[in-house]
């Protein structure tokens, strides 16, 4: 069942890490949760899938404050050199 989460204490209580980490997420690694009008919003299903890109190897997460290192974005890397 697909829940939406509104705010960022249900979203970072969802995925059971701190507000500043999910913002990180958000901002390195394309965690999904947008800001509308004021409240970030997410659902279940969008973090779900998201978790699925991160065990499938399609993201790799470091230490929070580093950039995301995923294979769409080595893939650029390597055609652009």
Known sequence: MVMEL???KAISGHVCRSDAT????????DFPAKKIGGIW???TEAIAKWKEKIFNGEIVLGNVGQ???SQKKHKKAKKSA
């Open 22 to 29: 999910v913002l990180a997420w958000i901002r390195d690694y």
């Open 41 to 43: 919003e997410s659902t």
């Open 67 to 69: 950039r995301a290192t």
């Open 6 to 8: 509104q705010g960022m």
